[in-house]
Protein backbone atom coordinates (compact mmCIF):
# COMPACT_ATOMS: atom_id res chain seq x y z
CA UNK A 1 0.00 0.00 0.00
CA UNK A 2 1.16 3.37 -0.94
CA UNK A 3 1.29 6.01 1.56
CA UNK A 4 1.44 9.64 0.29
CA UNK A 5 3.58 12.69 1.69
CA UNK A 6 3.23 16.03 1.48
CA UNK A 7 5.74 18.59 1.88
CA UNK A 8 5.98 22.20 3.47
CA UNK A 9 8.38 24.21 3.63
CA UNK A 10 10.89 23.98 0.59
CA UNK A 11 13.85 24.74 2.04
CA UNK A 12 16.86 23.17 3.66
CA UNK A 13 15.31 20.73 5.45
CA UNK A 14 12.42 20.03 3.06
CA UNK A 15 15.49 18.78 1.04
CA UNK A 16 15.99 16.70 3.98
CA UNK A 17 12.85 15.37 4.03
CA UNK A 18 12.53 14.52 0.80
CA UNK A 19 15.40 12.42 0.37
CA UNK A 20 14.17 10.40 3.17
CA UNK A 21 10.78 9.60 1.82
CA UNK A 22 11.77 9.08 -1.70
CA UNK A 23 14.58 6.15 0.35
CA UNK A 24 11.31 4.28 2.23
CA UNK A 25 9.52 1.83 -0.41
CA UNK A 26 6.26 2.63 -0.57
CA UNK A 27 6.35 6.64 0.00
CA UNK A 28 5.26 8.62 -2.41
CA UNK A 29 5.93 12.44 -2.60
CA UNK A 30 2.86 13.94 -3.42
CA UNK A 31 2.57 17.64 -3.13
CA UNK A 32 4.93 20.49 -2.23
CA UNK A 33 4.25 23.88 -0.67
CA UNK A 34 6.51 26.56 -0.54
CA UNK A 35 6.81 30.67 -1.23
CA UNK A 36 10.08 29.74 -3.05
CA UNK A 37 8.41 28.51 -6.54
CA UNK A 38 11.85 28.08 -8.44
CA UNK A 39 13.39 25.68 -5.61
CA UNK A 40 9.68 24.10 -4.93
CA UNK A 41 9.27 23.28 -9.06
CA UNK A 42 12.57 21.88 -9.09
CA UNK A 43 11.74 19.40 -5.87
CA UNK A 44 8.57 18.70 -7.57
CA UNK A 45 10.21 17.76 -10.93
CA UNK A 46 12.58 15.08 -9.08
CA UNK A 47 9.96 13.59 -7.11
CA UNK A 48 7.51 13.87 -9.48
CA UNK A 49 5.07 15.85 -6.81
CA UNK A 50 2.74 18.82 -7.74
CA UNK A 51 3.85 22.08 -6.64
CA UNK A 52 1.85 24.28 -4.81
CA UNK A 53 2.32 28.33 -3.56
CA UNK A 54 -1.91 28.23 -2.43
CA UNK A 55 -1.74 26.93 1.27
CA UNK A 56 -5.74 25.54 1.09
CA UNK A 57 -5.40 23.85 -2.39
CA UNK A 58 -2.09 21.93 -0.89
CA UNK A 59 -4.09 20.58 1.15
CA UNK A 60 -6.69 19.44 -0.90
CA UNK A 61 -4.14 17.67 -3.19
CA UNK A 62 -5.40 13.90 -3.27
CA UNK A 63 -4.28 11.30 -2.53
CA UNK A 64 -1.93 12.55 0.51
CA UNK A 65 -2.03 10.43 3.83
CA UNK A 66 0.28 12.98 5.88
CA UNK A 67 2.71 16.27 5.79
CA UNK A 68 6.10 16.73 6.83
CA UNK A 69 6.47 20.15 7.72
CA UNK A 70 9.71 22.14 7.17
CA UNK A 71 8.53 25.70 7.20
CA UNK A 72 9.81 28.76 9.87
CA UNK A 73 9.17 27.16 13.34
CA UNK A 74 6.63 29.75 14.10
CA UNK A 75 4.32 28.49 11.60
CA UNK A 76 4.50 24.49 12.54
CA UNK A 77 1.42 24.56 15.02
CA UNK A 78 -0.78 27.39 12.70
CA UNK A 79 0.21 24.93 9.68
CA UNK A 80 -0.26 21.72 11.67
CA UNK A 81 -3.84 22.50 12.82
CA UNK A 82 -4.99 23.03 9.40
CA UNK A 83 -3.52 19.78 7.93
CA UNK A 84 -5.01 18.00 11.31
CA UNK A 85 -8.49 19.41 10.62
CA UNK A 86 -8.09 17.98 6.81
CA UNK A 87 -7.58 14.65 8.36
CA UNK A 88 -3.89 14.86 7.89
CA UNK A 89 -1.38 13.23 10.45
CA UNK A 90 1.11 15.75 10.97
CA UNK A 91 4.90 15.49 10.93
CA UNK A 92 7.04 18.26 11.78
CA UNK A 93 10.54 19.75 12.50
CA UNK A 94 11.45 20.81 15.77
CA UNK A 95 11.09 23.09 17.39
CA UNK A 96 7.04 21.88 17.51
CA UNK A 97 6.33 25.68 17.50
CA UNK A 98 7.53 28.88 19.44
CA UNK A 99 5.05 28.42 22.46
CA UNK A 100 3.91 26.34 24.71
CA UNK A 101 0.47 27.41 23.62
CA UNK A 102 0.42 27.37 20.50
CA UNK A 103 2.04 23.26 21.35
CA UNK A 104 -1.22 22.60 23.21
CA UNK A 105 -3.48 23.97 20.33
CA UNK A 106 -2.17 21.96 18.09
CA UNK A 107 -1.77 18.55 20.09
CA UNK A 108 -5.32 19.25 21.11
CA UNK A 109 -6.34 19.75 17.04
CA UNK A 110 -4.17 16.17 16.40
CA UNK A 111 -6.03 14.41 18.67
CA UNK A 112 -9.40 15.87 18.06
CA UNK A 113 -8.88 14.89 14.49
CA UNK A 114 -8.06 11.18 15.84
CA UNK A 115 -4.82 12.14 13.85
CA UNK A 116 -1.02 11.46 14.52
CA UNK A 117 1.39 14.22 15.59
CA UNK A 118 5.26 13.76 15.58
CA UNK A 119 8.37 15.85 15.86
CA UNK A 120 10.88 15.61 13.98
CA UNK A 121 13.80 14.96 17.28
CA UNK A 122 16.28 12.43 15.15
CA UNK A 123 18.43 12.14 17.81
CA UNK A 124 16.65 9.64 19.99
CA UNK A 125 16.28 7.25 17.15
CA UNK A 126 20.50 7.02 16.93
CA UNK A 127 21.60 3.88 17.77
CA UNK A 128 24.43 4.93 20.82
CA UNK A 129 21.44 7.32 22.00
CA UNK A 130 19.28 4.67 21.78
CA UNK A 131 22.05 2.74 23.88
CA UNK A 132 22.53 5.60 26.82
CA UNK A 133 18.58 6.07 27.74
CA UNK A 134 18.57 2.27 27.93
CA UNK A 135 21.35 2.22 30.37
CA UNK A 136 20.80 5.32 32.43
CA UNK A 137 17.09 4.12 32.64
CA UNK A 138 18.24 0.44 34.08
CA UNK A 139 20.66 2.44 36.56
CA UNK A 140 23.61 1.97 35.00
CA UNK A 141 24.52 5.47 36.03
CA UNK A 142 23.59 5.35 39.07
CA UNK A 143 21.84 7.81 40.97
CA UNK A 144 21.95 11.21 38.38
CA UNK A 145 24.46 13.89 39.46
CA UNK A 146 25.24 16.35 36.83
CA UNK A 147 24.79 16.80 33.20
CA UNK A 148 27.21 18.98 31.23
CA UNK A 149 26.36 19.37 27.63
CA UNK A 150 27.95 21.93 25.00
CA UNK A 151 26.24 23.02 21.85
CA UNK A 152 29.35 25.02 20.27
CA UNK A 153 28.66 25.96 17.09
CA UNK A 154 29.28 28.04 14.47
CA UNK A 155 26.86 29.76 11.71
CA UNK A 156 28.25 32.07 9.43
CA UNK A 157 26.51 35.44 8.80
CA UNK A 158 25.35 33.65 5.53
CA UNK A 159 22.94 31.16 7.49
CA UNK A 160 20.75 34.32 8.95
CA UNK A 161 20.94 36.70 5.94
CA UNK A 162 19.65 33.66 3.92
CA UNK A 163 16.56 33.31 6.02
CA UNK A 164 15.44 35.86 7.35
CA UNK A 165 13.37 34.32 9.79
CA UNK A 166 16.02 32.66 11.81
CA UNK A 167 17.01 34.57 14.68
CA UNK A 168 13.93 36.90 15.17
CA UNK A 169 11.81 36.00 17.66
CA UNK A 170 8.71 35.53 15.76
CA UNK A 171 8.98 33.08 13.35
CA UNK A 172 12.16 31.19 15.26
CA UNK A 173 11.09 31.85 18.38
CA UNK A 174 14.69 32.67 19.74
CA UNK A 175 18.15 31.93 19.11
CA UNK A 176 21.01 29.53 19.20
CA UNK A 177 18.88 27.68 22.07
CA UNK A 178 15.36 27.50 20.74
CA UNK A 179 16.52 26.46 17.34
CA UNK A 180 20.63 24.76 17.43
CA UNK A 181 20.35 23.41 21.45
CA UNK A 182 17.28 22.24 21.79
CA UNK A 183 18.14 18.99 19.91
CA UNK A 184 20.24 18.52 23.03
CA UNK A 185 18.03 19.90 25.74
CA UNK A 186 15.24 17.29 23.94
CA UNK A 187 18.18 14.71 25.23
CA UNK A 188 19.00 16.01 28.39
CA UNK A 189 14.97 15.73 29.56
CA UNK A 190 14.59 12.43 27.31
CA UNK A 191 17.42 10.83 29.21
CA UNK A 192 17.53 12.55 32.66
CA UNK A 193 13.75 14.07 33.53
CA UNK A 194 12.29 16.54 34.13
CA UNK A 195 13.51 19.79 35.07
CA UNK A 196 11.91 22.04 38.06
CA UNK A 197 14.30 25.07 37.75
CA UNK A 198 15.89 27.12 35.57
CA UNK A 199 18.76 30.29 35.94
CA UNK A 200 20.27 31.59 32.73
CA UNK A 201 21.96 34.53 30.91
CA UNK A 202 22.79 35.27 27.17
CA UNK A 203 24.01 37.68 24.65
CA UNK A 204 24.12 38.56 20.70
CA UNK A 205 27.65 37.87 20.95
CA UNK A 206 28.13 38.35 16.99
CA UNK A 207 25.53 38.23 14.53
CA UNK A 208 22.84 40.74 13.40
CA UNK A 209 20.00 39.24 14.84
CA UNK A 210 17.20 39.91 17.24
CA UNK A 211 17.65 36.59 19.78
CA UNK A 212 20.46 35.58 21.61
CA UNK A 213 23.60 33.63 19.49
CA UNK A 214 25.04 32.76 22.56
CA UNK A 215 23.50 31.23 26.31
CA UNK A 216 24.37 29.67 29.26
CA UNK A 217 21.69 27.87 31.47
CA UNK A 218 21.86 26.40 34.70
CA UNK A 219 19.47 23.58 35.57
CA UNK A 220 17.84 21.89 38.40
CA UNK A 221 15.99 18.58 37.58
CA UNK A 222 13.49 17.06 39.70
CA UNK A 223 15.68 13.59 40.72
CA UNK A 224 18.20 16.17 42.18
CA UNK A 225 20.73 16.23 39.74
CA UNK A 226 22.26 19.45 38.09
CA UNK A 227 23.15 20.83 34.51
CA UNK A 228 24.79 23.20 32.82
CA UNK A 229 24.47 24.01 29.27
CA UNK A 230 26.13 26.36 26.41
CA UNK A 231 24.38 27.05 23.41
CA UNK A 232 25.72 29.41 20.75
CA UNK A 233 25.94 29.71 16.92
CA UNK A 234 29.09 32.26 17.41
CA UNK A 235 32.20 30.06 18.36
CA UNK A 236 34.28 29.33 15.56
CA UNK A 237 34.86 27.08 13.72
CA UNK A 238 32.43 25.31 15.59
CA UNK A 239 32.75 22.07 17.56
CA UNK A 240 30.80 18.69 18.04
CA UNK A 241 28.62 18.85 20.54
CA UNK A 242 29.02 17.14 23.99
CA UNK A 243 26.62 15.73 26.76
CA UNK A 244 28.88 14.10 29.61
CA UNK A 245 25.96 12.49 32.12
CA UNK A 246 27.55 11.86 35.66
CA UNK A 247 25.85 9.81 38.67
CA UNK A 248 27.23 8.04 41.78
CA UNK A 249 27.99 5.26 39.10
CA UNK A 250 30.68 6.78 36.70
CA UNK A 251 30.20 9.06 33.34
CA UNK A 252 29.09 8.43 29.79
CA UNK A 253 30.35 11.05 27.18
CA UNK A 254 28.53 11.51 24.39
CA UNK A 255 30.02 13.64 21.25
CA UNK A 256 27.84 14.61 18.04
CA UNK A 257 25.50 11.51 18.88
CA UNK A 258 28.57 9.40 19.29
CA UNK A 259 29.28 7.55 22.29
CA UNK A 260 32.78 8.28 23.22
CA UNK A 261 33.40 6.84 26.50
CA UNK A 262 31.88 5.04 29.57
CA UNK A 263 33.21 5.14 32.58
CA UNK A 264 31.06 3.04 34.81
CA UNK A 265 32.06 1.46 38.17
CA UNK A 266 30.67 -1.81 36.56
CA UNK A 267 30.44 -1.41 33.53
CA UNK A 268 27.49 -3.35 31.65
CA UNK A 269 27.52 -4.50 27.74
CA UNK A 270 24.48 -2.42 27.25
CA UNK A 271 26.36 0.52 26.02
CA UNK A 272 28.89 -1.56 23.29
CA UNK A 273 26.79 -0.68 20.26
CA UNK A 274 28.54 -0.89 17.11
CA UNK A 275 27.02 2.20 14.91
CA UNK A 276 28.88 4.50 12.58
CA UNK A 277 29.57 8.07 13.49
CA UNK A 278 26.81 10.68 12.26
CA UNK A 279 28.51 12.51 9.61
CA UNK A 280 26.64 15.93 9.49
CA UNK A 281 28.68 18.56 9.62
CA UNK A 282 26.00 20.00 12.06
CA UNK A 283 28.55 22.51 14.22
CA UNK A 284 29.40 24.13 11.34
CA UNK A 285 26.61 23.65 8.98
CA UNK A 286 22.25 23.33 8.87
CA UNK A 287 22.18 20.70 6.46
CA UNK A 288 21.46 17.44 7.37
CA UNK A 289 22.69 15.56 4.55
CA UNK A 290 23.67 12.27 6.86
CA UNK A 291 19.59 10.83 6.87
CA UNK A 292 19.43 8.33 8.83
CA UNK A 293 18.06 10.00 11.73
CA UNK A 294 15.34 11.94 9.74
CA UNK A 295 14.73 8.55 7.94
CA UNK A 296 14.41 6.46 11.08
CA UNK A 297 11.56 9.57 12.23
CA UNK A 298 9.33 8.55 9.52
CA UNK A 299 9.89 5.74 9.22
CA UNK A 300 8.77 5.06 12.95
CA UNK A 301 5.73 7.83 12.09
CA UNK A 302 4.84 5.67 9.03
CA UNK A 303 4.37 2.34 11.44
CA UNK A 304 2.48 4.32 14.08
CA UNK A 305 -0.21 5.04 11.67
CA UNK A 306 -0.27 1.65 10.46
CA UNK A 307 -0.34 0.07 13.65
CA UNK A 308 -2.48 2.20 15.57
CA UNK A 309 0.46 3.66 17.57
CA UNK A 310 2.56 6.39 19.55
CA UNK A 311 5.09 7.84 17.50
CA UNK A 312 8.46 8.01 19.24
CA UNK A 313 8.53 11.47 19.72
CA UNK A 314 5.16 12.39 19.96
CA UNK A 315 3.12 16.12 20.39
CA UNK A 316 3.70 15.70 24.27
CA UNK A 317 7.02 14.17 24.12
CA UNK A 318 8.47 17.31 21.53
CA UNK A 319 6.50 19.99 23.81
CA UNK A 320 8.77 19.34 26.62
CA UNK A 321 11.78 20.96 25.23
CA UNK A 322 9.73 24.24 24.27
CA UNK A 323 8.56 24.59 27.71
CA UNK A 324 12.22 24.46 28.53
CA UNK A 325 13.23 26.73 26.00
CA UNK A 326 10.48 29.51 26.94
CA UNK A 327 11.41 28.88 30.61
CA UNK A 328 15.34 29.51 30.38
CA UNK A 329 14.19 32.36 28.24
CA UNK A 330 12.50 34.13 31.10
CA UNK A 331 15.43 33.27 33.27
CA UNK A 332 16.98 35.26 31.09
CA UNK A 333 14.62 38.34 30.89
CA UNK A 334 14.19 38.32 34.39
CA UNK A 335 17.57 37.73 35.34
CA UNK A 336 15.88 35.08 38.46
CA UNK A 337 15.74 31.78 39.37
CA UNK A 338 12.73 30.36 37.52
CA UNK A 339 10.71 27.90 38.75
CA UNK A 340 8.98 25.52 36.34
CA UNK A 341 5.41 24.09 37.03
CA UNK A 342 4.55 21.01 35.73
N1 LIG B 1 15.88 18.41 12.65
C1 LIG B 1 16.93 19.10 12.22
O1 LIG B 1 18.08 18.69 12.39
C2 LIG B 1 16.71 20.42 11.53
C3 LIG B 1 17.75 20.99 10.77
C4 LIG B 1 17.50 22.21 10.15
C5 LIG B 1 16.27 22.85 10.28
N2 LIG B 1 15.30 22.28 11.04
C6 LIG B 1 14.00 22.96 11.23
O2 LIG B 1 13.35 23.04 9.96
C7 LIG B 1 12.62 24.25 9.85
C8 LIG B 1 13.08 25.00 8.61
O3 LIG B 1 14.47 25.25 8.67
P1 LIG B 1 15.35 25.36 7.34
O4 LIG B 1 16.75 25.27 7.76
O5 LIG B 1 14.83 24.43 6.30
O6 LIG B 1 15.02 26.85 6.91
P2 LIG B 1 15.01 27.48 5.43
O7 LIG B 1 14.98 28.94 5.59
O8 LIG B 1 16.10 26.86 4.61
O9 LIG B 1 13.65 26.95 4.85
C9 LIG B 1 12.40 27.42 5.29
C10 LIG B 1 11.50 27.48 4.08
O10 LIG B 1 10.21 27.87 4.49
C11 LIG B 1 9.71 28.72 3.49
N3 LIG B 1 8.61 29.52 4.03
C12 LIG B 1 8.60 30.80 4.46
N4 LIG B 1 7.36 31.14 4.86
C13 LIG B 1 6.61 30.04 4.68
C14 LIG B 1 5.26 29.74 4.87
N5 LIG B 1 4.39 30.66 5.32
N6 LIG B 1 4.84 28.49 4.62
C15 LIG B 1 5.67 27.53 4.15
N7 LIG B 1 6.97 27.77 3.93
C16 LIG B 1 7.41 29.00 4.18
C17 LIG B 1 10.88 29.54 3.02
O11 LIG B 1 10.62 30.01 1.68
C18 LIG B 1 11.98 28.50 3.04
O12 LIG B 1 12.09 27.86 1.79
C19 LIG B 1 12.84 25.01 11.16
O13 LIG B 1 11.77 24.76 12.03
C20 LIG B 1 14.12 24.39 11.73
O14 LIG B 1 14.17 24.44 13.14
C21 LIG B 1 15.51 21.08 11.66
Same mark, same amino acid.
Given at each position: ?????????????????????? $????????????????????????????????????? $????????????????????????????????????????????????????????????????????????????????????????????????????????????????????????????????????????????????????????????????????? $??????????????????????????????????????????????????????????????????????????????????????????????????????????????????????
Amino acid at each position: MTTYIGLIGGGNITETHARVAR $AIPGVEIAAVFGMNAQKISRLCCECGATPYADFEKFL $AHSPMDLVAIGSPSGLHAEQGIAAARRGLHVLTEKPIDITVDRADALIAEASKAGVKLGVFFQDRCKPDILGVKNAVDSGALGRPILADARVKWYRPPDYYAKSRWRGTWALDGGGALINQAVHTLDLMLHIFGEVKSVQAMCTTALHAIEAEDTLIALLEFNNG $ALGVLQATTSVFPGYPRRLELSGSEGTIVVEQDRLLAANLKNPGADLLVASEADNNPSSSSPVVSDVRGHQAVLEDFLKCIQTNSSPRCDGKEGRRSLALVQAIYAACRKGERIEISS
